[in-house]
């Protein structure tokens, strides 16, 4: 066994390589943009290659999944693995697969042509969140309270798109949280954003425009939260993240809780049957629960932002069961996928 990994500081390769460091496994760092990258992986005879790609960089985006399903035709294991991959940041992609899968998900309507999608308009009712299909921290989630709003959207959609990456709502946001917290880190992030969305934004600029589609989804009312849920092989960590202040949506706020409180436990038991379904080392699942408290899904990923986890206090068994524990995730992943899941 050899672990080839696409090591970036501040990814889940921090401590992939210090878990392969720990247990005497042999591994090799290699940049999977190397146009020999093929025959790298040849040469070093690498058997699992892993590499957390991130939806933030383009390049990444554009060359993984080719890359991986390359290296999957001649025998490599990879993390993650088509089935986990093939969806990555694609709230349409995942829309159809939890659908095929018959795991619940919160009602989302997709619409590939203009006429049905005014169609769809006229016909159904309001509020409706608009998403994208890409994108976290809520930054391309937004509330459509009136069919002349979605009139508007369906025009631009089927017009000149949408920028994948609205620089204006980050921006928007961190004001937002730094009136909230008041820290330095997010001053010095509005800086960031102020500059970045005015006059750079180099990185998001490059991602193609969103059109031609249109994605809504029903609108449960009167959130105050969310919960993560992430399974890997047989744990289910979870975090608690409440809604902005005047605001439905949770993801990004920041707002975050580890003790687990009351939820429906019904959401674990989902997770764990889903994650099977799916075929992931590791799925983090975004839960919402209607007004009769039923989970439902919103989107999953196999990826996520590291070291926030490290404040999960524990994690859920098999049997619904609650586990204090200390938290790394990143080893949790490197240990099921090495040893088959
Ligand atoms: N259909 C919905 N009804 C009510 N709230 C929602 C709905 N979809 C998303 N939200 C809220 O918006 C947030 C962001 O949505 P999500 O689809 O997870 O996008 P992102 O990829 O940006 O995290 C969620 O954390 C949740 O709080
Ligand atoms: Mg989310």
Redesign the pocket.
């Known amino acids: 066994m050899k672990i080839g990994i696409h090591h970036r500081k501040g990814s889940f390769s921090d401590r992939w390589i210090e878990y392969l460091e720990e247990k005497k496994i042999p591994y090799v760092i290699l940049n999977a943009f190397d146009n020999d990258i093929i025959r790298q992986i040849k040469v070093n005879e690498v058997t699992h290659f892993m590499w957390h790609f991130n939806q933030n960089y383009f390049e990444d985006m554009l060359h993984a999944k080719s890359l991986f399903r390359s290296v999957n035709q001649i025998g490599v294991k990879t993390f993650p693995n088509e089935d986990a991959y093939w969806h990555f940041d694609d709230?349409v992609a995942q829309k159809y697969l939890l659908e095929a899968l018959g795991v619940p998900l919160?009602k989302a309507d997709v619409f590939y042509h203009k006429k049905e999608a005014e169609k769809y308009v006229e016909n159904t009712s309001f509020p409706k969140?608009f998403?994208l299909k890409g994108?976290?921290?809520?930054?391309?989630?937004k509330l459509v309270k009136t069919k002349s709003q979605a009139r508007k959207i369906v025009k631009q959609a089927f017009g000149r798109g949408f920028d994948a990456f609205d620089s204006w709502a980050v921006f928007t946001d961190t004001i937002e949280r730094f009136w909230r917290q008041k820290t330095k880190h997010n001053f010095l992030r509005i800086i960031k954003w102020g500059f970045k969305g005015i006059f750079v934004d180099k990185q998001y600029k490059v991602f193609p425009k969103q059109r031609n589609y249109v994605y809504f989804?029903?609108?449960?009312?009167n959130?105050t939260?969310?919960i993560r849920l992430i399974v890997i092989g047989d744990k289910c960590y979870y975090l608690k993240?409440n809604?902005r202040d005047n605001d439905?949506?949770?993801?990004?706020s920041g707002m975050l809780e580890f003790a687990p409180g009351k939820f429906n436990l019904e959401a674990v038991n989902i997770a764990f049957k889903a994650a099977r379904q799916l075929n992931m080392v590791c799925v983090a699942y975004?839960f919402?629960f209607d007004s009769k408290e039923q989970p439902l899904i919103?989107?999953i990923s196999y990826g996520f932002q590291p070291y926030v986890y490290d404040r999960c206090l524990g994690f859920y068994d098999t049997a619904l069961n609650w586990n204090e524990s200390k938290v790394n995730l990143e080893y949790e992943i490197v240990h099921n996928f090495l040893n088959g899941f």
Request: glycine share 10%; net charge neutral; charged share 25%.
């Open positions: 709230k919160v969140v998403k994108g976290a921290g809520s930054i391309n989630v989804q029903e609108f449960i009312p959130l939260y969310d993240r809604t439905f949506r949770a993801s990004g975004d919402i919103v989107e």
